[in-house]
């Protein structure tokens, strides 16, 4: 059970970006608590963050040939621009889910669209580092459904 969890730009500033909007934990912190759970629940978790548009198309187009069941992706502001990303996703036709830390609804108009809810399993916002936590645990119950069926 491989998933990967893909952070997009600026995100890597985490801790000291914002902290009243992005919260205090740094990308380091949350990553680990992720690899912690999937090893708690029996799941190999790899992130990777980059803030180059490419390099996160370049990332997917290899997921399906790495293993991935699964994608927990932040875009971040790729999330209102980036229809590469979407395709990229769309290319290797593995189920996602959108988190975002903080609430875009809530925030200015143009966070407000996205290129990738209406693809995802599910859009996650405005829970903070939590987000990620609830996106991975349900990731984790879909690819055991799946595996139980096949
Ligand atoms: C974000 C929301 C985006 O609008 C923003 O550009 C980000 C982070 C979030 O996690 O809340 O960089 O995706």
């Known amino acids: 059970m491989l998933i990967w969890v893909i952070h997009g730009p600026n995100l890597n500033m985490l801790g000291t970006r914002e902290p ?11 990553n680990q608590g992720l690899i912690a759970l999937g090893e708690h629940e029996g799941a190999r978790v790899e ?7 490419g390099a996160i198309v370049d990332h997917i187009q290899q997921a399906r040939k790495a293993g991935v069941g699964f994608i927990v992706i932040n875009p971040a502001a790729f999330t209102h621009t980036s229809v590469a ?8 036709d593995l189920p996602f889910i959108e988190t975002h830390l903080s609430n875009v ?3 200015e108009s143009f966070r407000h669209h996205s290129y990738f809810s209406d693809k995802a399993v599910a859009v996650i916002a405005g829970f903070g ?3 990620y936590r609830y996106a991975l ?3 984790i119950a879909q690819l055991r459904k ?3 069926h096949s």
């Open 47 to 53: 992130t990777f963050q980059s803030n180059h548009e």
């Open 85 to 92: 990303i979407r395709d990229a996703l769309s290319a290797v």
């Open 137 to 139: 645990m349900h990731a």
């Open 20 to 30: 009243g909007i992005y919260g205090a934990s740094t990308l380091a912190d949350i």
């Open 105 to 107: 609804h809530a925030r």
């Open 129 to 131: 580092a939590d987000g």
């Open 146 to 148: 799946q595996s139980q």
